[in-house]
Every structure is written in structure tokens, then in C-alpha cells.
């Protein structure tokens, strides 16, 4: 989505943009930037090639047919077609690049640009694929970077046997290209360590959202509203945000204080979903809870604007977060834990609050100054807004890639 929405202002602003999804089609919530886009590495062709010689010598219409957006689309919502070792495996797979059982899948790549044209520079929309990035960089001349979107959660998870040879790959790839672009400095300084890429390499352009149909709220809700927008996952911290919840009630100071939970919900992720809401059944909550998934743009933004307060209290350090941003953007205030890119975002939007995830109770205690402090709460809700709309959209960040980060690699090529 972050992707997709850069590319229709890079094109608003003369530019000629060629988005290629790679391994699954794209998932939006609002209109592709670019229509009738080639997949390339496409899951089930990547899985047969990787799994059976035969398929990496199979013409091209075959390939075709297991890139078809249906095929794929119906591969995404099958939970477990691979397991933890066949994940690994393939991992390397598609990092060899050329050297490996994908080299086929490469090639389709350089044969479509040489059909179509040599683009003047190459963005991959993960560092993941660097090795593709690499072939390409050397066989076209063509300047290439990758984005940094929080790849380091995936390879961590790998199995053991897999973990050390994937972040080396990758980290030698990477210094072969031109730069990388990450969303915050608190990942530029992890990233450039764990691929042992120099720091002067790595470029900052924190993840942005279009304005588009944002606006604050002209009232706050009636009812005191905390909301959570994010995928429904442990990682996320859901479970943490309900326990606090719970605890609020019963403390007997917010009685009329709602739950409002939105998101997408990953396959595997349904039982955790339905354990969270036994809990809340449990504490008798039930009628002040509801819960959405799969919301497209349009209802994201009205969702957001019924909440008094949002929090994503995530367990996991976040190399950016967007949800923070599209929360902001709708002028409600955020509470955050003190880890990744979060103490980032709110030093430069003073939007919310930041507290210590090591303490078990601070969740609790920061939502509780917010709800106490509706004007306080109103105040960072409309100063954050503001300063998305200032250095988070992604009309002004497309301006800034191009100025401030293409021009001059592409001066010095």
C-alpha cells in the first residue's frame, strides 16, 4: 500500500512509473497506481522451481498460468502449504538468485525490461530482494536501491540451520547495490549493523500515507472510544491491549469506555483472535467490544475517526508502524511502547504518549491520562494531524525521494 501510493504521486508529478508486484498480487485499499502489471517471482512458480527441477525448464505459458492473480490469490489464504524448513529453504533459494534454482525467475526479469525498457532506476520494495536487484543493477546498468521495511523480524524466525547463511547472502547483496532506504533511524543503525552496511549508504524516508479523505473528526465520540488498528497477531500485542482494557473497567473510573478493534487477520491468527474474545466474554465486556477485519480505505478512516485514543502496544520493536501515522492523520491521539520507531514518530509529530514497555502496569497508567485529560488528549490528537499532513504525505515524500535522494545518485551515475 505504502508502494502503491508513492508511485501514484511519483506519477502525478510527470514522472513514468512501472510498479511490478512480486511473489503474491498486491492487496490495496485503494486504486492501483499502475494498471495490468506483470507478477514476477510469483509464489507457486517460486515453490515448483524451488521443489522440482522439471518446472524450471517448463515453457513460458506454463508459468503464466500458475502466475495467474486468481491462482495466487487462492495460494494466499491457504494456511500452512509450506512448513518451517521448506520456508528456509526457499528463502535461499530466491536470495542464489542466479546461482540458484530461481535463476529462470530472474531472467524474466532482465527479458522483461530489456522488452519494455531499461528504467533509469530500480526500487525494490524490500532489501529481500537485493540478489534480484544485484542481476539486474549489473546486466542493465541501472542504479538500484532497496527499502528497509522491517525484514529482520523474518529472517530472525528462520530456523537455525538457515538464519546465519540468509542474513549473509543478503548482506552481500545489499553492499552491492547503490543504497538502501529505510523508514527510521532506529532501523537504519540495526540494519546497517546486521548487513554490515555502511551507514552512509542508508537513506531515511520514513513510510507515508495519501491525505486523501483524512480529516479529524468534527466531534469526539460519545461514547469514550480506545481503539486498536493493526493485523490481529500476538506480535502486535492485541492480548496486552485487552488486558488493559479490562483492567480500566474495572477499575470503576470508565465505565462507558469502549473497545474498537480493526485488522487484518492472518489464517493461522484466527485462535488467538477467538481466545481474546473469551476473555473479554469472561470479564463480561462483551457488549462494549466489537471487533472488524478487512477493512478497505474508506472504512479505515471512518473507523479511525470514532475512537477517542488508539494504541497498537506491539511487542516487537517496529522499523516504522504506518498504522500510527493513519491514526494520526485522523487527529486521534496515540499511546506507544518505547522501543523501535515509535519514540521517532512522536518526537517528530507530538502525538501521543510513549511508555516504558518493561513496566507490566505503564500501558495502563498512560491510556488512564489520556482518558482523564480529554482536552490534553484533543490537543495531541490535533497537533499529531498536523504534522502528518506536514512531513508524512506522500505527495511531499515523493518530491523528497526524487530530489533529495535519486538526483543525485542518478547525477553521479
Not at 126 to 154: C, I, N, Y
Not at 225 to 240: Q, S, W
Not at 292 to 317: D, G, M, W, Y
Request: charged residues 20%; contains cysteine.
Amino acid at each position: 500500500m505504502r508502494d502503491n501510493s508513492l508511485a501514484r504521486y511519483l506519477i502525478d508529478h510527470g514522472h513514468d512509473v512501472t510498479v511490478l508486484p512480486t511473489y503474491l498480487p498486491h492487496f490495496l485499499d485503494e486504486e492501483p497506481a499502475v494498471l495490468k502489471s506483470p507478477i514476477f517471482f510469483g509464489g507457486i512458480n517460486v515453490y515448483l522451481q524451488h521443489k522440482f527441477p522439471i518446472f524450471r525448464k517448463t515453457p513460458k505459458w506454463i508459468d503464466r498460468l500458475f502466475d495467474s492473480q486468481g491462482l495466487l490469490r487462492w495460494a494466499a489464504n491457504r494456511k500452512g502449504m509450506t512448513t518451517a524448513r521448506e520456508l528456509g529453504e526457499i528463502t535461499l533459494s530466491t536470495f542464489r538468485g542466479k546461482n540458484g534454482p530461481l535463476a529462470k525467475e530472474v531472467d524474466k526479469v532482465t527479458d522483461w525490461f530489456r522488452t519494455n525498457g531499461v528504467p533509469d532506476v530500480l526500487l525494490l520494495s524490500t532489501v529481500m530482494l537485493a540478489g534480484v536487484g544485484r542481476v539486474v543493477s549489473k546486466e542493465l546498468k541501472v542504479p538500484t536501491l532497496a527499502f528497509l521495511q522491517g525484514e529482520d523480524g523474518f529472517l530472525d524466525s528462520l530456523l537455525p540451520e538457515f538464519r546465519e547463511e540468509a542474513w549473509n547472502i543478503l548482506g552481500t547483496d545489499a553492499r552491492n547495490l547503490d543504497g538502501c532506504i529505510s523508514p527510521s533511524s532506529s532501523f537504519a543503525k540495526l540494519m546497517s549493523k546486521r548487513l554490515q552496511i555502511p551507514e552512509g549508504k542508508i537513506y531515511h524516508l520514513p513510510n507515508g500515507i495519501s491525505m486523501n479523505g483524512y480529516s479529524s473528526a468534527l466531534n469526539p465520540p460519545e461514547v469514550p472510544t480506545l481503539g486498536y488498528f493493526a493485523r490481529l497477531c500476538p506480535e502486535k500485542g492485541l492480548d496486552l491491549l485487552i488486558d488493559a482494557f479490562i483492567e480500566l473497567k474495572k477499575s470503576g473510573d470508565h465505565s462507558s469506555l469502549k473497545l474498537s478493534v480493526a485488522g487484518t487477520l492472518p489464517q493461522e491468527n484466527k485462535p488467538y483472535l477467538e481466545e481474546q474474545k473469551r476473555k473479554i466474554s469472561a470479564a463480561g465486556l462483551s457488549s462494549a467490544f466489537e471487533i472488524q477485519t478487512n477493512l478497505n480505505r474508506i472504512e479505515k478512516i471512518h473507523f479511525l475517526q470514532t475512537l477517542s485514543l488508539f494504541c497498537v502496544p506491539a511487542r516487537i520493536p517496529e522499523a516504522f508502524g504506518l498504522y500510527v501515522i493513519e491514526a494520526m492523520a485522523a487527529g486521534i491521539p496515540v499511546v506507544l511502547p518505547d522501543h523501535g520507531s515509535f519514540p521517532e514518530i512522536i518526537k517528530d509529530t507530538g502525538g501521543g504518549l510513549i511508555y516504558p514497555s518493561n513496566d507490566p502496569s505503564s500501558l495502563t497508567k498512560s491510556l488512564t491520562t489520556l482518558l482523564t485529560d480529554s482536552k490534553g488528549a484533543h490537543n495531541l490528537g490535533q497537533t499529531g494531524r498536523e504534522e502528518v499532513r506536514q512531513k508524512f504525505s506522500n505527495e511531499k515524500l515523493a518530491n523528497f525521494l526524487v530530489n533529495n535522494i535519486l538526483a543525485p545518485i542518478l547525477r553521479t551515475d
